[in-house]
């Protein structure tokens, strides 16, 4: 079995999938977490592994940046792969005052200035919100490993150069950081009957003028990469 945009067979991808927008951070986390990765799909270089987690296994595969591209992806492993849950392992700008560079987002729920709910015909608009069951096992997750996290509400974004200058309107609804994906991952994961999760690094405060480099965003980000693995185990226990 493929899909157009990827080559995995059944049985190929756990039920359980972390999603990084970038597909070299896949690799990094298969490279280092899981034990005898397998790469499962190479189409338009969104690279997908399967290994083995403290017993467990795990798939990490990209999605590529904004809801078009998480909502194929996503989509195709929820329907198609039979997968159950999916965590983003993403980064974030931060909105609030009090979210720092590197500290860690859980998006309890995904404000968007998206039109991807328009599909679904709803008589009023819809509030995407993680699966409870993923978030709990994530904060868990991040009280054992004594990071800083925050939990709330966050921005997907469908502009990356926002040309209205909006992120200080958002902070004023206790908006925690703005990304471009989690809305639609939430809403597929509703709309399929499966669970999804946005876990986020700071890599800039765009309101500070701070930020991260590239390559700090793809390979040391590990709080939240290591959130996710635990919070994949504790889910996969009960």
């Not at 597909?23 to 592994?49: D, H, Q, T």
């Not at 876990?199 to 480099?213: Q, W, Y």
């Not at 980000?221 to 290591?226: G, H, N, P, Q, S």
Request: charged share 20%; proline share 3%.
């Amino acid at each position: 079995m493929s899909t157009p945009h990827n080559n995995a067979a059944k049985g190929d991808i756990a039920k359980t999938v972390l999603m990084p927008g970038d597909p070299l951070r896949a690799k990094f986390i298969a490279e280092n977490y899981l034990e005898s990765p397998v790469c499962y799909n190479e189409v338009r270089g969104m690279l997908g592994f399967t290994g083995i987690y403290k017993g467990e296994r795990i798939s990490v595969q990209g999605s590529g940046m904004g809801m078009p591209s998480i909502g194929i992806y996503s989509w195709e492993l929820f329907t198609e792969y039979e997968v159950e849950n999916i965590i983003r392992v993403g980064t974030a700008g931060s909105i609030a005052d009090n979210v720092n560079l590197r500290d860690v987002i859980i998006g309890m729920s995904a404000s968007t200035n998206s039109s991807y709910a328009a599909q679904y015909r709803l008589p009023g608009t819809y509030a995407p919100t993680a699966s409870w069951e993923l978030l709990s096992a994530a904060v868990k997750a991040a009280e054992e490993k004594g990071c800083t996290y925050h939990v709330g509400n966050i921005f997907s974004s469908d502009t990356f150069y926002d040309d209205a200058a909006s992120l200080a309107e958002w902070n004023k609804m206790g908006v925690l950081g703005i990304e471009m994906e989690a809305a639609a991952l939430y809403m597929n994961a509703a709309r399929t009957g499966k669970n999804a999760l946005c876990i986020l690094t700071v890599s800039d405060c765009p309101l500070k003028g701070l930020a991260t480099t590239a390559e700090e965003r793809q390979t040391t980000f590990r709080d939240m990469m290591e959130i996710a693995l635990e919070a994949s185990i504790k889910v996969a226990e009960r």
